[in-house]
């Protein structure tokens, strides 16, 4: 108890329990003594307020040779060492083994060097949504204090062989990435100073950080004064090891995605822990973004990008004009389609993120432009976002292509001045033109609701004129109906690649032009409208007439919730006419009578008349 | 005299004032039913009778929507419209996860909230990566289920403010059709059904 009394805190509050045995050896004359011996415990136990430790072994061989103490090749074994409680963070280790050298010489720093290992190592949160569990440990070690700067110095090199981290929920296997921390570092305890003369943070597959610089306040309200710096920070190894095992399960997109390239940046990071300032460079070098398997792909992509972004607090208003830097792509493809080199400049300043000249991108046989285009603040809100765009001329046949559609002809022009994102929203004004069989597609309204998330619901109006109903129903192999097509559609959705809802209003309309319909058109329009066909019916007058005049043709129908709402484009009664025979004999008409239709029931009918073979004549 | 008609002719009019509340509640239980066994394949229910849609007096605290004099509308009770492409990718979304939720019910690491949202109940017997798996299947799920209950809202017409009315009912609904052995969420408390 005594022995006890004379230890500093917190070793003077604690409780021990055990044997200690001491064995010293004197010699030498009375004014040059030598003392030599070995300390010895085992199975001591140890009691503290947060502190328990069941069982510890050492074995201290020392030696006094005037005026210096030397310890030498000390070991010390603890097992089942718990710190912390319930209420607060806990860490534990089944095993800590360490030996250490340490050499006392009055009014000078005391220096201790050694190695330690530690297995079975985990820690708790107080909520335990933050776990680790099964680190494995192993270092050399060196701790220095100062009695006149009132330091202690640590420097040392550590890995983890092993250990399982659950944060919320991210999950990591160190196993995989071995992380290594060197640490050169003084703690200066007046003036609650931390200097990181060099630290370096490494994992295997994605690569080192080097930090260095101070931290004022350390233990009260830590003021960082810090610089970092990478040459080999990996992306891909980020996105795979931090990001998408974590989010697959809510975005399954992510299992799709591959990143690639090698990042290097330096930066300085100063300020107070709500309001950290980071400023400096980075740059991509072959930096790539690919689907897979065989889906589009983004890259080679360089970048070499000035920044100064604030977090986690919003960024102070700053009038310092922000350094430029440039994003090249050297190709992208999407199916079939290539894109040529882009250059864009781009700045992140203020956490605004900001492509200051317009980016033009050749694609489609034709050319889009975005201009414009900035993130306020891309640290704390990165949804948000506005630009405008501009397509010139974009071949449509090379579009549908690309995006597995029946092949369309035409051309593709609009302007949209100006892509806003408004809550969860993505809104646009301006309209997008399409010259599309040998008419016209204006499409206007275009909002994109919920743009990030995997159910994003696409909202636009048409309005369609002058459309060539030959080559629409050439292009979609409907047989053959001439003449001219008008009308519009409004409030169409599309969620989960499918239209959830749409009112329409398309009809024929004559402008002089021959206005004819095939045999094999009437049948799908009457499959289409009734679900049952009338082949035998068409087949016998077919035998006669391959084709046949009418004076009108269209529908009205609205879709909402899976029912589709047919009409057509005269009625009379309870009969609505989709398709009204010309005067001149022979005379057909189709007429609806089931205006309410199924989504699934209307699938059915489109398979049905996809599956049709052509009658040809 | 005059005031006095006018005060009686009030006093008629204002008397016959009926406030229809009308939120399809037997219809969404139908739909939740349905839409519970479809994607977690519980067990069949037999079918509800069809209530009547509730009226209450002007006063009552919780009257809003319709509001007819003299003549008293009833709301028709058809079912709501559980489908189209958004519910679809969302029911597909749900289905497809319950196969990798449901070993964790079986084992009572994962519950079923008072709210019909799930929850871990027990971390016991998962290692950490379980563990982790756990919390990413259930805050996928659960912004699942709530995008599905607002899409329910949407395709009907039913106000925001009555999301909370249909979250309820589902839970109902993923309570009953839970598995025997699963854990239940009452009144803070677990219970094995």
């Known amino acids: 108890m005594k022995l006890k009394t004379l230890l500093p805190s917190p070793f003077n509050q604690w409780s021990y329990q055990g044997r200690g045995r001491v064995e010293v050896e004197v010699h030498g004359a009375w004014n040059a003594l030598a003392v030599k011996g070995v300390a010895r415990s085992n199975g001591t136990q140890i009691r503290g307020a947060d502190l328990a430790l069941e069982n510890l072994s050492l074995s201290a061989p020392f030696e006094w040779l005037r005026p210096t103490w030397r310890v030498g090749e000390a070991q010390l074994t603890a097992l089942k060492l718990t710190y912390g409680d319930k209420n607060r963070w806990q860490a534990a280790a089944e095993r800590v083994q360490a030996s250490a050298t340490m050499d006392l010489v009055p009014d000078q720093p005391v220096k201790i060097t050694g190695r330690l290992k530690s297995t079975g190592g985990k820690f708790a949160s107080p909520d335990g949504s933050k776990l680790g569990e099964n680190f494995a440990v192993d270092g050399d070690f060196e701790l220095r204090t100062d009695p ?31 992380p290594v921390i060197e640490l050169q570092a003084d703690y200066f305890r007046d003036l609650d100073r931390f200097d990181c003369r060099r630290c370096n943070f490494n994992l295997t597959k994605i690569g080192s950080v080097d930090v260095s610089g101070s931290v004022e306040g350390f233990s009260q309200s830590p003021k960082l004064r810090l610089q970092a710096r990478s040459a080999n920070f990996l992306p891909g ?84 004009k922000p350094q430029i830097g440039v994003l090249a792509i050297e190709q992208a493809r999407f199916g079939s389609q290539s894109v040529g080199r882009i250059t864009a400049a781009i700045s992140l300043s203020n956490n605004a993120l900001i492509f200051p000249q317009p980016i033009q991108v050749d694609i489609f046989g034709g050319t889009i432009e975005i201009s414009a285009l900035r993130w306020p603040d891309v640290i704390n809100d990165p949804k948000q976002l506005s630009f405008s765009a501009e397509m010139k001329r974009l071949q449509l046949d090379d579009l549908s292509r690309a995006l597995h559609w029946p092949p369309f002809s035409g051309t593709l022009t609009g302007s949209i001045p100006q892509v806003q994102s408004v809550g969860n929203t993505l809104q646009t004004n301006g309209e997008i033109k399409a010259e599309l069989f040998g008419g016209q597609v204006r499409l206007g ?173 | 005299m005059l005031k006095r008609m006018i005060f009686t002719l009030i006093f008629l009019v204002s008397a016959c004032v009926t406030v229809n509340i009308y939120f399809p509640a037997a219809a969404v239980e139908r739909a939740a039913d349905q839409i519970v066994k479809e994607t977690w394949g519980g067990p069949a229910k037999p079918a509800t009778p069809v209530p009547q849609p509730q009226s209450r007096s002007l006063f009552s605290p919780n009257r809003f929507l319709a509001l ?32 990798a939720i449901k070993p964790y019910m079986d084992r009572g690491n994962i519950g079923i909230a008072q709210d019909g949202l799930l929850a871990i109940r027990s971390a016991d017997g998962l290692n950490l990566k379980e563990r982790a798996e756990a919390n990413q299947l259930i805050d996928a799920e659960n912004k699942d289920r709530e995008a599905l209950y607002a899409e329910i809202a949407k395709a009907n017409g039913i106000p925001k403010e009555n999301i909370p009315k249909i979250k309820s009912i589902f839970a109902k609904s993923w309570i009953e059709q839970a598995q025997p052995g699963w854990w239940i969420q009452s009144n803070g408390n677990w219970q094995k059904k």
């Open chain 1, 148 to 178: 006149v700067k009132h330091s202690i110095g640590v420097g040392g090199k550590f890995r983890a062989d092993a250990g399982e981290l659950l944060w919320g929920k991210f999950f990591a296997d160190l196993k995989m990435q071995q």
């Open chain 1, 237 to 320: 190894g980020f996105y795979e090891f931090v990001l998408r095992s974590s989010f697959n399960r809510e975005y399954p997109l992510l299992d799709k995605l591959t990143l690639g390239g090698e990042l290097a940046f330096q930066c300085q990071i100063h300020g107070d822990l709500q309001s950290l300032i980071t400023e400096g460079d980075l740059s991509l070098k072959a930096g790539e973004l690919r689907e897979q398997p065989e889906g589009w792909q983004i890259g080679p992509i360089t970048l070499n990008l000035p920044f100064q972004i604030s977090w986690p607090g919003s960024p102070q208003t700053s009038s310092a």
């Open chain 1, 445 to 617: 309204k275009l909002e994109i609701e919920n743009p990030f998330s995997s159910l994003a619901a696409i909202r636009l109006d048409a309005r369609l004129s002058g459309i060539d109903l030959e080559q629409v129903t050439k292009t979609f192999s409907f047989g053959r109906i001439s003449g001219i097509l008008e009308g519009s559609i409004d409030d169409l959705v599309i969620t989960d690649k499918q239209p959830s809802q749409f009112r329409a209003d398309l009809h024929s309309v004559d402008r002089g032009t021959e206005q004819r319909i095939s045999v094999e058109a009437l049948n799908k329009i009457t499959v289409l409208s009734s679900g049952a066909s009338a082949g035998a019916l068409y087949s016998g007058l077919a035998g006669f007439f391959d084709s046949f005049r009418y004076s009108k043709l269209g529908f009205k129908a609205s879709l909402k919730n899976d029912r589709l709402t047919l009409r057509g484009v005269e009625s009379q009664g309870d009969q609505e006419f989709l398709v009204v025979g010309s005067f001149l004999p022979p005379r057909v008409n189709i007429v609806s009578h089931t205006q309410n239709i199924a989504f699934s029931e209307l699938l059915r009918r489109l398979q049905q008349i996809k599956s049709d073979k052509p009658e040809t004549k």
């Open chain 2, 68 to 99: 007819s004099f003299v003549s008293e509308a009833f709301a028709q009770d058809a079912d709501i419209n559980v489908t189209n492409p958004a519910i679809r990718a969302l029911k597909d979304s749900i289905k497809k996860r319950s196969d």
